[in-house]
Nanobody, 126 residues
Framework: QVQLVESGGGLVQAGGSLRLSCAVS????????MGWFRQAPGKERDFVAA????????YSADSVKGRFTISRDNAKNTVELQMNSLKLEDTAVYYC???????????????????WGQGTQVTVSS
């Protein structure tokens, strides 16, 4: 059974930094392409960043380019999201997601991910 468990969320002031981590278990981690999404109250779940199986290709939403960095450690079975220069509008629940079947993976599309974590709250205050 595949499990994704996020950690690292919390309350931070605008301009600050947080580092989210997602631990994956149940299957060989390098089989998964990974993504981060976020959902603010009353809004749809939005793409944040993604990384391919090798870790060599990354993708980011325009709203976070230059501020957020996704990375993975295939030895530790984790994917991380380093978030710098946080803004009020980054406040959301952040979800880690995993795609197992490469043929149907579109990094920005949540419907192409097969497994999801429970989410971790990130709150940016002024």
């Amino acid at each position: 059974q595949v499990q994704l468990v996020e950690s690292g969320g919390g309350l931070v002031q605008a301009g600050g930094s947080l580092r989210l981590s997602c631990a994956v278990s149940g299957r060989t981690f390098r089989m998964f392409a990974m993504g981060w999404f976020r959902q603010a109250p009353g809004k749809e779940r939005d793409f944040v960043a993604a990384i391919d199986r090798s870790g060599q290709r990354t993708y980011s939403a325009d709203s976070v380019k230059g501020r957020f960095t996704i990375s993975r450690d295939n030895a530790k079975n984790t994917v991380e999201l380093q978030m710098n220069s946080l803004k009020l509008e980054d406040t959301a629940v952040y979800y880690c997601a995993a795609n197992l079947y490469s043929s149907n993976w579109y990094p920005q599309r949540p419907d192409t991910y097969d497994y999801w974590g429970q989410g971790t709250q990130v709150t940016v205050s002024s």
